[in-house]
């Protein structure tokens, strides 16, 4: 039986209190944040303390702490966390800057200690289903990537303002995807971008709806789709060719109603949001943890995973600035 | 906050125990079965006691019971604990014969005593969107209703045995579902049904492949398909004509992935069987007996809900051995 | 190339017509029609001659028929063009009367002439492709078939009148899709129907919707709904549940557009009637008709093919008026 | 009544040639191809004179041409065709050099004839529904577009060396249908493009998989993938999210059978290829070639449209080289 703390209570921390609770093999001890009320309902809903980080980090008998504070904070926490000598699960992303998370990444190999990243989409039962059977080689060699993922409504742009920019805050799910899937990060990354879901958000240097392109080393192509409003729901959808053949995770839908009348065929949308959408993926990737944990066997999602997304969200980045193709550094775990 | 004791603790009621126990406004305190074993381990997993059906009754502390015992026990149960004051939730069917179930009914009319019969699939978030846009009017007036049930394999011949036949057993829930849509009691059933999957099941005496009609005095139709062997997994299926169009409630699929090669287009299959498809309606079916009860309001399926469906099963086991349609007794809740 | 005639220049004869000059393998010399107007409109379009029957017949030129009349002089017209020595396609039904079709039928078995029945319905690609999958196997020994054929709107009550009525007319291809697929007549039927759609179909006698099961000698199922008035379109389904497995044809849409908004999805409806769905079907049975006669092989749907799907009409008529099953008379080719 | 001579007699003018044949509002009346076999087969098919072009261009009795010959002769035959007075339908692309096609449209616009470009997948009807249903406002302002277009099978390698190339043989039909429904050229284009497929179409110097990103001055993008080998069929999808919704037309599929087992479900693979998915779109196409020219009313897809889609083709191809996004002329009809 693991004892966990949770570092931060604020809604992600809460979707990560449920799975914690729900597993059979950790118990949830200790829970800390900046906003002590939110810290205090959280601990009383799930029966675990409240505690400052400094104690958590200093007891003994807290095996692993989950990291869901601000982004900002990721880099200190994991580095303390793994000093501290525990297992840790972090949100993503690692850090808005791709030197700082080296960086990190760097002290965390001294202690020896695993760092698994919050990439909760691997975990989707449909998006795992995907990823066996390419594996599997069901449609032969992979080719060529697709992934939509659109969100429901945008942020409010205070959150924008703070968020690293949709690359490295919404678009970083889907380069940790197209890594996953194709097996090593990318040589090249060109992106294209506008804003045009909300002028706020323009106006404060960002975009909202974007398409990039990324390449390996040996030809494969993977592209993604991001846009900040769908507003029927929340769109993820992954689709590969292959030598053989095209393989596609769908969305999940509201029901499975369908009304034929004289005006068309009326069916459910997509699901609203992530929770409804990736609950399941969070317990499974909580569960993932805990059993790489408990068996001292690699956790799923590595901290370089975390880098190779960063970096890619950092050459989209600048590939809109400049317009042209930008090449990842070399150290990145791509050409396979 | 409600206590509640469990009848039962084989396969459907540990399904039950983890819909009281994830209900936060009851408590599941005890627990009974005629084998020992299984009382004892669900009791230890959901912290409950095991007691026995007397102790039970005759707690004053205990507010309802949920009858999950053999079907023979099902009316003798209710009668008891409705006289003991006891609010009830009983698994269908009420009982295998229909005189046995009116008495019982008449019996629990006397103490006025809420008895809730486990028709699961109203509260299956499918069938119940269906439902209220028939209610809503969204296809005009109802005229044509068909109902696809087919189990993935059949149960054991020794389940068939004391399982009152196939139409007491699982189209019973069928002929719920067709009097909850269109209103009420039809007035004639039509039956025709065959032992095509398992050979044994003819030789017991049985059907495991059949189609009923059903008729409402207003001119209104509905025609259940049930099969005890679809081999891909549970198929559950309604579909309903209406002046104004045609709605229907597709099957749950295990995932959304979908791969196109040269030999077609591959797909999921319908989830396997009650538990994966009717886990969220059996958490709904029990919040709404909870709160039927804590509010002292109608529970959603009665006791004469229960005995309209025993009625149609009935008429479907005459008119399969006499190739005639029969009429439904006037007293039933038909004729709309 | 074969010269053929077509009596009658009506709806349905102009369907034919088109199918007659898009075949490379005969030649449409001769048009007649009762309505003059009809017939020289129809003669004109595809340069053929109006031509009385009398004068039809006569001409040992004239290979084969196609008899688009009336129903009530189909058997008459069948007779006389046999015993002409000409082949013959001949629209459904046969006739109204199954004393009158026998007896057509034993004249025409002296002349040795084909005689063949116009289920067009067996030449849909989709159903088409269905019953191949079912006779290689695909799923198995057929077990349960389920057929829904609903119009998209009911005819004119002057047309029911003399229709023969909804089983006779309509359902009619259906009962031919049941004995297709199961291979042969079942033994007895079961029918319930009623006047929904239209209180003056009710008025003139007929039904306008309709559920009748079918069953076999060897206990397989098969049900079929009718319902007059789908509103929607023309919705043409078939579903075999199979020991291995379940087949089914959807309807063909207007288009592939899918919408996706707040208010859900939106897609195409089916396409709205015979004339859009079974154009192709009806091109290919003529294809098939011109084959059988070149290569002086079989026709695929046989004057028994007629007389079966009739005998099956016949006796849904008196199973809705007696309440009770009917066997079908033993000469009927079922028990397989 | 007009009379088309039709200039090219391979693949694509025979599709063409059925199209002519099947308008009751045209004659072909005259056939010319450099292959004197296939001109001869081609004019005894649908009773055509064999002429050569002079032949041809001098008969003032001949009003259209449609020019079905290889690419490069497309700019001559235009300009000889139009100066002889001939309305003319040229197949795509106009040219593989964007200037020869500056050059032709500057001679054309002085005679004052009408020139329609083939680009018939405007015609398809799932696309025309899908443009329809945008510019109605169905979805709001559009503002994310993706295309994908895969062929079944790449060409042999010895027409990759004629084609021009992946974006001006293949992808040109994609760049078309993005600037119709955008309504007008993009102002900036960025591609990525490998051969995966065949490496023998790497070695002659093309790509055989691709995505492209073209964006408009006012932020709207749109990203096309193509790839030469689907494998499964062609497949051939557009989406559109807008501000209010997502539009996608899906592809055709061969049949609307479905079958469910213990494997999973299997249905049909989309339709093999152009001449299965798209023979009503030429024919729709031709119809409005011939409407435009009798009405004397602008055709619906002009040079000027032929030259829009070339210059995106010629921007990918520079992009591709480069590494960079490539701007298109000013006088390109972008910029809404």
């Known amino acids: ?57 200093a007891d003994a ?11 900002d904070t990721h880099s200190d926490l994991i580095e303390r966390a793994t000093a501290a000598g525990k297992a840790v699960l972090c949100e993503k992303p690692v850090d808005l800057a791709l030197e700082r998370a080296l960086a990190c990444q760097a002290k965390v190999a001294r202690t020896g200690k695993p760092v698994m990243i919050g990439f909760n989409r691997r975990f989707d039962p449909n998006f795992a289903a995907l990823k066996a059977a390419v594996d599997s080689g069901e449609i032969g060699k992979a080719e060529l990537l697709a992934i939509t993922s659109f969100d429901p409504a945008p942020p409010p742009v205070s959150y924008i303002k703070v968020s690293g920019g949709l690359f490295r805050d919404m678009m970083i799910h889907d380069f940790d995807i197209a890594c996953w899937i194709m097996g090593g990060a990318p ?47 929340y769109d993820q959808r992954i689709e590969l060719l292959g030598s053989e053949g095209l393989l596609s995770a769908k969305n999940e839908l509201e029901n499975t109603i369908e009304k034929i009348t004289r005006e068309g065929t009326r069916s459910a949308k997509p699901v609203y949001f992530f929770l409804e959408r990736y609950m399941r993926a969070y317990e499974a990737e909580w569960a993932a943890f805990v059993h790489a944990i408990k068996t001292s066997t690699p956790v799923p999602v590595t901290l370089a995973d975390g880098i190779a997304a960063l970096a890619c969200a950092e050459a989209a980045t600048r590939s809109v600035r400049t317009g042209e193709t930008v090449a990842l550094r070399p150290e990145m775990p791509g050409g396979l």
């Not at 008998?61 to 982004?71: E, F, K, Q, W, Y």
């Open 61 to 71: 008998a807290i095996d692993a702490v989950l990291i869901a504070t601000s982004t």
């Open 187 to 233: 040589s090249k990354v060109t992106a294209t971008a506008s804003s045009l879901v909300d002028s706020e958000i323009g106006a404060a240097g960002d975009v909202d709806t974007a398409v990039v392109t990324l390449s390996w080393a040996d030809g494969r192509i993977a592209v993604v789709k991001n846009s900040r409003r769908a507003g029927y729901g």
């Open 1 to 57: 039986m693991l004892n966990i703390a949770l570092l931060g209570a604020g809604r992600i921390g809460q979707v990560h209190a449920r799975s914690i609770s729900a597993n059979p093999d950790c118990t949830l001890v200790a829970v800390t944040d900046v906003a002590a009320e939110a810290a205090h309902n959280l601990a009383a809903r799930f029966q675990a303390k409240v505690r400052s980080v400094d104690d958590i980090l």
